[in-house]
């Protein structure tokens, strides 16, 4: 574990910039899948349609693609940004399809009753989602909620090898290809890195899922 | 403009909700057949019938919680609105307390006869607060408010939601069978609550299976079969002497135990 252990400081550093490229990713698809439920729940038709044509193309639709789009396609439209907020982009786009299936198993386990006697007191459709049924939806889909961003965690080292720059993944490259240390103890030391944010992610789950868990 | 409007068509003795000609299918079932009810101010009118008859869906078509395929439903002088916020402002006027109570099950009891005049009317918090406290007293839950709402019984659990619908000083209450889910001896707290509302001057719809509730509290019966209404008339005159077949047969096996 040398190369580990000389190395620490380097480690850290990726280990704080997959961190920042996770929340980032975390807090975007979390936003992003829960309007794209709303639409898919909503009483208009357009919206209903949109929202499962997004999730059909986008979940159907392999990651390192819509990351090609990122890095080669859109530069070829003229937009530029680094890669470290394209990836983001991408993984927003595509982790986002997953929240929203999953919130979406969520709002349907609220019963109908929930929303309707929101409509019956005046709320509008978008008071009686976010007053009624979102808070309850999020409850019963914590756990497949944490399972598609542990999945997205996961995810961020493939947006890490078309060159984040500086995260987990490329210190792992640059100290077996640029300086040549062994694969077997470099790679070990960036899997830890990421277990310590995939594993602390599932203890915070199963904090979150207590506290939130409501009698009916 | 629409309060004066309103105001005008409102007049004194115009009834508060009027449906005509009212149709609805649920496929091929027709579940609503030609209704034609209007309800006067302050009037309490109880729908009684046997299952599948339609008269929950009755109530729910008078806020709009089911769609009508055929007529016209007006309130207080205006037609139903299409879905969208005109429709819930007309919502926020009409108080609906359901058979499985649906109280949110993510807030306080207080918090439950509060979220709507603060969302929908705007209210201060601290105003709604003090106004939801002096409804859940008056259906004697005032000192459970900071539960929620899985720790109260089932009856308690319906008068927070009778005091939910106050709330918003409704114009007319909907009452779609409020005791059928409740254990016996918790019907009477929910009913004499209900009493009181209706000798307060309350305008209610209620369906209900509770004939002691029909016999003291209502106005006027509506009894219905198959999607129709086949008798209506005083409780008095419905309960003694029904004209229709079928309204002496429903009676004869209700009231026979």
Not at chain 1, 153 to 170: C, E, H, M, Q
Not at chain 2, 27 to 43: K, P, T
Not at chain 2, 115 to 138: F, H, M, N, S, T
Request: net charge neutral.
């Amino acid at each position: 574990m040398e190369p580990v252990i000389d190395n620490l400081d380097l480690y850290w550093s990726g280990f704080l910039t997959s961190l920042e490229f996770i929340v980032y990713s975390l807090v975007g698809s979390m936003l992003l899948g829960t309007l794209i439920a709303a639409f898919r729940v909503s009483p208009i038709a357009a919206l209903r349609s949109f929202g499962s044509a997004y999730v059909t193309v986008v979940r159907n639709c392999p990651l390192t693609i819509v990351l090609f789009f990122m890095a080669f396609g859109l530069p070829e439209l003229g937009i530029n940004y680094s890669f470290f907020t394209f990836g983001i982009v991408g993984l927003v786009i595509y982790t986002s399809a997953f929240v929203c299936e999953a919130l979406r198993s969520g709002i349907n386990a609220v019963p109908a009753g929930q929303a309707e006697a929101a409509r019956a007191i005046g709320l509008t459709f978008s008071q009686t989602m976010r007053e009624v049924v979102l808070p309850q939806a999020f409850r019963s889909a914590v756990p497949p909620l944490g399972s598609v961003q542990i999945a997205m965690f996961k995810n961020s080292a493939v947006a890490g090898a078309f060159g984040i720059g500086g995260d987990l993944y490329s210190v792992g490259r640059t100290l077996t290809s640029a300086r040549g240390f062994e694969y077997i103890p470099v790679l070990t030391g960036v899997a830890i890195g990421y277990l310590v944010i995939t594993l602390s992610a599932g203890a915070a789950l199963a904090v979150i899922e207590r506290k939130v868990a409501i009698a009916r | 403009m629409t309060q004066s409007d309103s105001g005008v068509s409102a007049a004194n003795g115009a009834p508060l909700v009027v449906l005509e000609h009212v149709d609805k299918w649920f496929g091929d079932l027709h579940v609503l057949q030609d209704i034609n009810l209007s309800v006067a101010r302050g009037e309490v009118v109880v729908v009684i019938g046997p299952s599948g008859s339609g008269k929950s869906t009755l109530c729910r078509t008078i806020n709009r919680l089911e769609t009508i395929d055929k007529g016209t439903i007006t309130l207080d002088g205006q037609p139903l609105p299409q879905e969208g916020k005109e429709l819930a402002r007309l919502r926020a006027e009409v108080g609906m307390v359901f058979q499985s109570f649906n109280l949110f099950a993510h807030k306080t009891i207080l918090e439950n006869v509060t979220l709507g005049p603060i969302k929908v009317r705007g209210q201060k918090k601290a105003e709604a607060e003090k106004r939801g406290l002096e409804l859940l007293d008056r259906v004697g839950i005032a000192h459970q408010s900071a539960k929620y709402p899985a720790q109260l019984s089932g009856g308690q659990q319906q008068r927070v939601a009778i005091a939910r619908a106050l709330a918003m000083d409704p114009k007319v209450m909907l009452f779609d069978e409020p005791t059928s889910a409740l254990d016996p001896e918790m019907i009477k707290e929910v009913l004499d609550v209900m009493v009181d509302l209706a000798r307060q001057g309350m305008t209610m719809v209620v369906v209900t299976h509770e004939m002691g509730f029909a016999r003291t509290a209502a106005d006027r019966v509506v009894f219905m079969a198959d999607g129709a209404i086949v008798e209506e008339g005083t409780p008095e005159e419905f309960f003694t002497n029904p004209r229709s077949e079928r309204a002496q047969d429903f009676l004869g096996k209700i009231l026979k135990h």
